[in-house]
């Protein structure tokens, strides 16, 4: 604290203290913001007042302009003048403003009935502690936390619906390449035991292919698992830039022909999702195309809240009976596309984490042709 | 303008703060910190029609207070008193419906409403599992996010309606 100006100490002799120090010692005291005081006057107006604390109070207006705690106590303090030993106790307020929350005060009202004014005492409210403040936000955070697990449940329901079609997976969908893979090792055990090699090479060569797609359809598993909860960086992604590089990154046969058009804005998003999303959503049209000379699309249309994507292909289309199931793991609509089928459960489930959305358009009247139909949204909302 | 005195209540962690600090700094936090006492807030609503500017004198009460804050000093005189509770937390909502009866038993003719607040953590197309309290006919009942900012102003303005109205 810094040392008054004015000699103020108090006496360590045991002399009295004069008035004029006591006044001295009480307007220091007020200065540095220990208390305030205001007289009011019969009709409540601000005559007067003293201490850094009350500043900003305006003298010669009702007191309750300057401090809006006060209105509606107007009769109570009006009242005071009837019981004279009582006073007006309104604790442990704090005014907040567009420029913060100011200190929080204790205010006291006195009738002085000597002086026939009011006298209003500001002083600051015992501050919390820190440490009172954090067990208290604990205690109730714990609370609140609790209760919120409750509102999850729906979203817990969801997942669990999940993870039960993932054991399904596993147990139908792997076990089929599994069983193939025990059946290709007998042949060529058997192959190898007669001496047929020719036969063994051909077993031992589907077997490693069978291998290679369950352990790709493994990493593949694990990817889908994992998105929903991969905390990204946002970055600036210039969009058209991105789907130029996945299209020329995807293999395709030399007839199709892939046209970009629409507005491809710069935005702050997450790259790695968005191009998981593209790439799959092109690699599957380039893949389910049945005719050389395919043609895909993809345009873009930008807007406030997000970037409209329509990738077309005018294959073979896809039943609207289907249209829902393509989005589950592992299904595809079988040829030879070499796919593990999750390539449109992932992209799904990506969309969805990130507040996209993802529809398809094909196979009306049995026509040719499929579209799908994506929104990103420009703001990420994933914490 | 003239001034008016309108309460904050309901449990801890509801979003009393949250709806306070979205109505009048307009912005909203994610991060809880609780009141431990009391903040006042003030709060133009502009005039319409008919109804003159009224200033709101918003007091955002601790959560902890439970019923004890219907014999407080800090509620002499109010108008009226916005009832808050968290659409996620049903014993919040009971916990409105109480309120609602201390209110009317402690000021008579005073108008409150209760704020359903949170609602952005509902499902789309989820209904709110609301106490039959606060089902009942005649009562005000507002859906809010202070997140969103979904019917906050709306509903301190026709607070503010009321209050004239009714001359409270
Ligand atoms: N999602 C969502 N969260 C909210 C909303 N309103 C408040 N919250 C959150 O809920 C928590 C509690 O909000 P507060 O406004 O501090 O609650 P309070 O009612 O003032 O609590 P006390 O001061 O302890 O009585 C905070 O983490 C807020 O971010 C809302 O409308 N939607
Ligand atoms: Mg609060």
Known sequence: ?383 | MIARKIMLLGEIGVGKSSIAKRLVLDHFEFDYKPTIGVDVYQYDVPDDAGRPGMRLIVWDTDGNFGDAIFRHVYMRQASAAMIVGDVTRRGTLEAMAKLGEGFLDAFPGRHFTYLVNKFDLLAEGQLPDLPEPLTRKGISLVRTSALTGDNVREAFRAAADIIHRRAL
Not at chain 1, 115 to 130: C, G, K, N, Q, T
Not at chain 1, 359 to 382: A, E, M
């Open chain 1, 1 to 383: 604290m810094p040392q008054p100006t004015s000699s103020i100490a108090a006496p360590s002799d045991g002399t009295a203290v004069d008035a004029a120090t006591i006044l001295a010692t009480g307007q220091h005291a007020a200065e540095l913001g220990l208390f305030g005081l205001v007289w009011l006057d019969t009709e409540l107006l601000a005559r007067s007042r003293f201490g850094t604390l009350v500043d900003f109070v305006e003298t010669g207006r009702p007191v309750t302009d300057s401090l809006p705690p006060l209105i509606g106590l107007e009769d109570d303090i009006q009242a005071l003048k009837e019981t004279p030993h009582r006073v007006l106790e309104l604790p442990a307020v704090a005014l907040v403003t567009s420029a913060g929350p100011a200190p929080r005060l204790n205010f006291t009202v006195f009738w002085i009935s000597t002086a026939e004014r009011f006298l209003l005492l500001v002083y600051r409210a015992s501050s919390r502690s820190d440490i009172e403040v954090e067990l208290t936000r604990q205690v109730r955070g714990r609370l609140i936390a609790e209760a919120e697990v409750q509102a999850k449940s729906r979203e817990l329901t969801r997942a669990n619906a999940e993870l039960e079609q993932f054991a399904s997976i596993i147990s139908h969908d792997l076990k089929a390449p599994l069983r193939a893979l025990r059946y290709l090792t007998d042949e060529a055990v058997e192959a190898v035991v007669n001496g047929a090699s020719d036969d063994a090479g051909r077993l031992l060569g589907e077997m490693r292919h069978q291998a290679w797609r369950m352990s790709r359809m493994m990493s593949s598993l694990l990817e889908y698992a994992s998105t929903g909860r991969k905390s990204d960086m946002l970055t600036m992604v210039d969009t058209h830039a991105l789907i130029q590089a996945v299209v020329t990154s995807l293999p395709k046969p030399p007839g199709m022909s892939i046209e970009i058009a629409g507005s491809w804005p710069k935005i702050e998003t997450l790259e790695a999702p968005l191009d998981l999303v593209l790439r799959n959503l092109i690699d599957n049209a380039i893949k389910h195309q049945d005719r050389l000379d395919g043609t895909i699309r993809i345009e873009a249309v930008d807007t406030v809240t997000q970037l409209a994507v329509s990738i077309s292909d005018d294959g073979p289309g896809i039943p609207p009976a289907a249209h829902e199931s393509i989005f589950l793991p592992f299904r595809t609509l079988g040829g030879p596309t070499g796919g593990t089928g999750m390539g449109l459960a992932l992209v799904r489930r990506t969309l969805e984490t990130l507040g996209g959305r993802i529809q398809v358009v094909s196979g009306r009247d049995g026509s040719r042709g499929t579209t799908f139909l994506l929104t990103w949204p420009r703001t990420i909302s994933q914490s």
